[in-house]
């Protein structure tokens, strides 16, 4: 697989060969699909509450009589049924909304997710991406110079400038192939990867 390798101007200089275990799989959408579900459910927090009919504000004496009134039979003003009533099955902060996905197949997935984004001409490399200094504006010029708007930046070293250059720009965010996620990979519309952090993805999905 070869991947467009960019220029400052976001031309293509040349090409950078890449691994066709990673970037040249076959697009599996039940797999990317699954996954990218239990991203969603595992980043997920139960903060919700609702009471249950022993939990609502209610009196426990009953209604009315059980005959001879004409309405239906009623036990309790707590009942379900009823407006203001306790909930059947109620939302409790204890409930788990993980899902498990095993290392297999989440390594799988990336690779799928990667290798229809090569396909589609949404990954880009660049030789390295620094900044003179963390200033928004910087990041901003470069990034528009290059032709990009909404893209996730995957560089091979933590650089200071570059994260405190980009993280107030929208739909731009910048990872290290190790925080490298499927959900992040859909999200944006361009994927700009280190030429040291192509080497350090295909180690750790080879």
Known sequence: MELKLLNDQGQTASTVAASDVVFGREFNE???????VAYQANARTASSKQKNRSEVRYSGRKPWRQKGTGRARAGAASSPLWRGGGRVFPSS??????????????????????SQLARDDRIAVVE?????????????????GMGLDSVL??????????????RNLANVAVVEPRDVDPL?????E??????????QIEEILG
Not at 30 to 36: G, I, N
Not at 128 to 144: C, D, G, I, Y
Request: proline residues 4%; aromatic residues 8%.
């Open 30 to 36: 039940a797999l990317v699909h699954q996954l990218v």
């Open 93 to 114: 902060p204890e409930r788990n909304y993980t899902h498990k996905i095993n290392r297999k197949m989440y390594r799988a997935g990336l690779r799928s997710i990667l």
């Open 128 to 144: 390295s991406f620094n900044l003179e200094a963390p200033k928004t504006r910087l990041a901003a010029q470069k990034l528009k």
């Open 153 to 166: 930046i995957v560089t091979d070293d933590f650089d200071e400038n570059v994260y405190l250059a980009t």
């Open 184 to 188: 992040s990979l859909i999200h944006y």
């Open 190 to 199: 361009k994927v700009l990867i280190t030429k040291p952090a192509i080497a």
